[in-house]
């Protein structure tokens, strides 16, 4: 099952880049693994799915002892706290969701001790929501000027989560909010930050967020099925 599920997603990002004039490679599927078990992340591996996303840290830190052989891709989507950034920060391979200057410290601290950069991105609150977290839109230049100031922590574009709704079309207004600020930041001239990355778009409205720019999607019922919670 999850073979083929990755198969016909990989599948519709081809017809949609082919639609938009993009490349389909230049598209990175995050597999969403959040109460999905140990054995379905597996399959995932075996049908050559590599970059994987958790939402908690203590469940990616069971997750990665046990998949270490592995050696899965882990990006971190969740909210972090900065009291947890020191259990991820020696192996996780993309934070999607710095929306402070605190957290932003702490994976600076972080990554001196375990003598890395990490990659982040800034995540965004598009939306009217106020279950969602991220930077407000009228900050985020402000926030990626401060941030660029830590040489471990290297911002490599944004994130954000479209609204609840069943109607994928309803996320295009934050989604191309927030490919516009990418590029309102990249030409505020920032030094030691980049806008490659625009993350967004999950199972129900990827399509959506690749039409409007998305380089990364994060998918996981569409992959690994309903979650039983």
Partial sequence: MVAENIKNIRKRIDETCFRCG?????????AVTKTFSVELIREAINAGQLDFGENYVQ???QKNDLLRESKPRWHFIGHLQTNKVKF???YVHLIHTVDNERV???I???AERTNRAIDVLVELHTTEETTKSGVKPQNVVE???SISKLPRV???????????SENPDDSRPSFRQLADLGKTIEKEGIE????KHLSMGMSHDFVVGIEEGATIVRIGTAIFGKREL
């Fill in 22 to 30: 993009r490349k389909p490679n230049d598209i990175t599927v995050v």
């Fill in 59 to 61: 469940e990616l830190n």
């Fill in 88 to 90: 991820i920060a020696d």
């Fill in 104 to 106: 932003a410290d702490e």
């Fill in 108 to 110: 600076q601290k972080r």
């Fill in 143 to 145: 926030l990626v000027k």
């Fill in 154 to 164: 290297r911002i490599c574009g944004l994130m954000t989560m479209g609204p609840f």
């Fill in 192 to 195: 030691n930050i980049s806008m």
